[in-house]
């Protein structure tokens, strides 16, 4: 039976609000400017005679526009790319690492490898933008501790064979290779092992996976990152008025599913110490099930232009086509999935952050919009921001994918290359830094 089979439409209106249940926000409360957050990541084999070497390529780009200068460019009837571009400004972080087959250095098995490339990375990588001048390990400490105020110490795993040592705080300077020692075993333990993205590596295989969730935290923490910013510099009148979007759900999946809480209570706390609803922050997912079913719904002519749909127990039991929803989303989702049609037609399916409170939980969580006082000015900012340049599209959110992007071809040959010169495999055709 296929997960997108449509329940009865009796049942789905009862759940359907119209975009009139959420008044436009007067205009000088309306948002002016939206921060979209995309990652992108990349595998290559390093050369063919060597399958099983693969390195590992990953980017997290930032887009601000402008969405006054934008929504001139939609009144045009062609929109100018390069007016669009001149309403962005963006900011990278972009990393790499050997995946499989090859290591940071001599000695290491390839887990090892991992948590030694992945401290790395975390105290070289800096999200530079205005005053905002971080590495993701000062990131990642102020996802531990509350906005403004970095955390000293992180729980950690130890992941060494055997030992059970479980919630060591680790400092922010235990670095590879001498790390913080194990009270029990007496090996290193890293700062970022709190990730536990190293426990998704294995011996044989590609790794993607684990490249995956390492980009995943990187967004989070660009997120983190770009938000404490404009609090800690613009409380009253950039936080209020901005909207962070973020590419696919606002969710952790796997080993670093833990952040999910920390994102979560962070968020809640900015918001208590921000004036009026923000901040602002929503999540868009562009594929899995909900999408499907979210399209499903239009298909059957359920949702009209400017209809929002709660996703509440019944609606998830269709969903995921299972009764035991209980337990849905409550490790994974720091915000709650809506549907909505915007007023143009197309068919979003953003997660929102509630004000208190888990979105969910083991007794069917905040379904109801009345939890999600940043709701009306989100769908507003949707309504503004929509094009045809691409199917179920906001502006925004394409800008910073187009920024994240691996360019395909010449540019995949170029890391290649790339690799094989980080791996001692080639005489460098680029002068030596
Ligand atoms: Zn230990």
Redesign the pocket.
Known sequence: MPAEHVPDRAELRKRVQPRSAFPLPADPDRLVAAIAIDGSRLTERVRDGLPSVVYGYAQTAAAYVDLGAMETQRAERFVDPHALDKAVNSALVSFDLPCAGAYERVGLDITTSWRHAIDRIFRSKRVEVNNLNKTLLDLLMLLHGTPGSQAARVPVN?P?DG?R?EDVPVAAAAAAPTGQP?P????A?FTTDVLRVHEEVVEEGTNESALSRLMSVAELLVLVGLATLLWDQHRRDLLPSTLFIVDGPLAMYGPPAKLRKRALDYFQAMASTTPGPGPFVVGVEKTGATVDYARALVRNGVLEPGDLLTVDTYVLSYVTNTSSVSAYGKETYWGRKFIYRSMDGRVLVPTVVPATGAPYDTTGGLPDPASYPTLAATLDVFDRTGSSMYQDGIIPVALAHGKAAFPIGVGTDVLRLVARHKLGMVRSPFPAT
């Open positions: 130890c060494h030992c040592e194990c029990s075993c007496g090996h333990l």
